[in-house]
């Protein structure tokens, strides 16, 4: 039996986050399955969530050897009773991924996948090696190499779900917060190419002249002093009703309501003191900001804030059409799709306390690369 080395995540019962490298045996691809030597694996906020846990990354210290390297980092206290159901498991990480079929089982669909580079979707990908079965892998067209096919599932579809859910709740533009990320990147791109109004929410100047070189054309600073007139504006101009808020603390999803209701209320027809009749949604995708979520009721009674996840998204659409977006990912990985790197990491690298310092930051632009077969 094949042997992959692997990054694994537990959280011992004496409080104590351990991430490690871990040595585990591959099963042969069954009849329906494929071996992917992976090649390429992002480092999302998602696998953030997983890899450290309720662990206080600043306490992070490194041990084990060059080859196999420890992090151990310590858990405050209550942040263990709220992760109890991972203490004591080594997790393995890495949520998606790219590389090459290396092997394939005796069915017509995995044999088609022999010696292609694929995307594959469901982990764990910080490992060299994965079986899975063929119909989790996405093939990507001749000439795409594993760096630029290994974000295919996670942000692209998310962006387009984004979409998606904003035509199936009837809307008709939207609103982005923590805009200048890999994923808002893709979004703007995304509603230019299918001329969806969006308004993009960022917090430094430098977002803002990011996303307006991309061509955005509604660019609100949440730091600067006339963010919400702005933010009004920008809403009364496209007529948005839906926001996906990625920070998911703090005032902000609260903020984004009261606005929208500052900018139906220049068209409402006469005063009601439930408000205006006009819907607002904000869903809350991301945990950025840790911090409690704060709610300023001053947006009337048509509103909503929720939760939302693209696996339950890809179930309420069904798997037909969730495959239509797949598709479109991998025709346009190199466009609206692209995803950028700052560093490319062995498995060994990425657990050195200067990589995890540096990625756990989230910054824009910060996107690491995991190579598990460097020179491959
Ligand atoms: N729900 C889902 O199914 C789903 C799926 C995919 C992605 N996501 C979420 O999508 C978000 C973006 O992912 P990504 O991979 O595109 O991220 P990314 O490229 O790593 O970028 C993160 C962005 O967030 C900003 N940021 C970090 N902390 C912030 C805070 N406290 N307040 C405001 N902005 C903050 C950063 O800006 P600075 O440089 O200013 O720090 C950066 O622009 C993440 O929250 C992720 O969890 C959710």
Not at 5 to 20: G, H, M, N, T
Not at 180 to 188: I, V
């Amino acid at each position: 039996m094949a042997t992959s080395l692997q990054i694994q995540s537990k959280l011992r019962s004496d409080a104590v986050l351990e991430l490690s490298l871990a040595e585990v045996e591959v099963p042969a691809p069954g009849p329906d399955d494929v071996l992917v030597r992976v090649e390429a694996a992002p480092i999302n906020p998602s696998d953030l969530g997983l890899l450290f846990g309720p662990a206080d990354m600043s306490t992070a210290e490194d041990g084990g050897t060059a080859e196999r390297p420890t992090l151990t980092a310590q858990v405050p206290p209550g942040g263990m009773k709220a992760a109890a159901a991972r203490v004591d498991q080594a997790l393995p990480a890495g949520n998606e991924g790219a590389g090459v079929v290396v092997e394939a089982g005796a069915s017509e669909t995995a044999q088609a996948l022999l010696g292609r580079t694929v995307a594959i979707f469901g982990g764990p990908t910080y490992a060299q090696l994965r079986c899975l079965p063929a119909a989790f892998c996405l093939a990507l067209p001749e000439g795409t190499t594993p760096a630029e096919g290994a974000s295919c599932f996670v942000n692209p579809l998310t962006a387009l779900g984004m979409v998606e859910t904003m035509k199936l709740e009837g809307h008709t533009a939207l609103v982005h917060t923590a805009a200048a990320s890999n994923l808002g990147q893709m979004l703007n791109k995304l509603c230019q190419a299918d001329g969806v109004p969006l308004v993009n929410v960022v917090r430094k100047p430098e977002q803002v002249e990011l996303l307006r070189g991309l061509g955005a054309k509604h660019v609100c600073n949440s730091s600067e002093p006339g963010f919400k007139d702005d933010l009004t504006d920008a809403l009364a101009e496209t007529g948005a009703t839906l926001a996906f808020d990625a920070t998911g603390g703090g005032r902000l999803a609260s903020d984004i309501l009261g606005c929208m209701e500052r900018a139906a209320s220049r068209t409402a027809e006469g005063f009601s003191r439930y408000g205006s009749t006009v819907h607002k949604q904000v869903y809350i995708y991301g945990g950025l900001d840790q911090s409690p979520t704060q709610l300023v009721r001053n947006y009337g009674m048509a509103w909503g804030i929720g939760g939302w996840l693209l696996p339950p998204f890809l179930q309420r659409i069904g798997p037909e059409k969730g495959q239509a977006l797949r598709e479109r990912v991998a025709r346009e990985i190199k466009t609206i799709f692209a995803s950028h790197y700052t560093r490319e990491v062995s498995l060994a690298e990425a657990l050195s306390l200067d990589a995890v310092r540096l990625y756990g930051r989230q910054a824009t632009g910060e996107k690491f690369l995991v190579r598990p077969n460097p020179g491959a």
